[in-house]
């Protein structure tokens, strides 16, 4: 387990994102997992920028981009945690256009969404081609799960007390919403699919990187897998 500053740790990231690299023959397609509210997406932007300053070609997407329409996510109820699990993702556009095309077996022909969320309406964006060493850094909830779990090259779990969440909820949607809205929201829908996605697909059994965020600046990581390059690379200077 290693103890550092913001930059060290995306800089330690761009190394294992570098010698997952090496090892594949198509894009590199990272996952950036984690409880809402975790800090996944500021750490997905965080780590695009890092890899374009090195050159490289990055392909930056979400879970939120493939979502189902709002009423078959919400058909059990706005504060279900099932509907929040079994409902809310389209597991099976996501690999059709682009875990598929960007793994080994595919032709780099991508569709980086498939749902805009302001108008709840499905799109067929145009069709993307991708160099043979992009990166697709993705980030997004249930992405270990076994629908998706080995689709990713490299598998970040961004973990952090899922009462912290609640509080960063509150601060992040306070223009939008009510904090008794939101924290019920967290209470009742999205903290219990997260323990019911902790019970049914123990993501962090997968991860290749656990990220400890409950200080941003100054995180904690570890290489989760044993046995495979990472360790090497995440845990020198320990």
Request: hydrophobic fraction near 40%.
């Amino acid at each position: 387990m290693f103890r550092g500053t913001r930059a060290e740790l995306l800089g330690r990231l761009a190394e294992a994102v570098d010698s997952v690299t090496v090892t594949v023959t198509h894009p590199t397609r990272v996952a950036v997992d984690g409880p809402p509210a975790a800090g996944k997406t500021t750490l997905a932007d965080e780590l695009a920028a890092v890899l374009r300053d090195q050159g490289r070609h990055v392909i930056r997407a979400t879970i939120d981009d493939f979502l189902f329409p709002r009423a078959q996510r919400y058909q059990r109820g706005e504060y279900s945690a099932e509907g929040c699990y079994y409902d809310t993702h389209d597991y099976d556009a996501l690999n059709r256009v682009l875990l598929g095309p960007l793994g080994p077996d595919g032709d780099r022909r991508f569709q980086p969404t498939v749902y805009d969320r302001t108008t709840d309406a499905v799109l067929s964006p145009p069709v993307a081609a991708a160099p043979t060493d992009a990166v697709l850094v993705f980030d997004g909830v249930f992405l270990l799960r076994p629908e998706l779990v080995d689709r990713w090259d490299l598998r970040i779990f961004v973990s952090t007390a899922l009462e912290k969440t609640v509080d960063r909820a509150v601060i992040r949607e306070g223009r939008v919403s009510t904090r008794a809205h939101i924290e019920r929201r967290w209470r009742e829908r999205y903290i219990p699919s997260q323990q019911l996605y902790f019970a049914t697909a123990r993501p962090t059994r997968h991860a290749d990187v656990v990220v400890h965020n409950d200080e941003p600046q100054r995180p904690v990581w570890e290489a989760a897998r044993r046995g495979g390059p990472l360790p090497d690379v995440l845990t020198a200077g320990e």
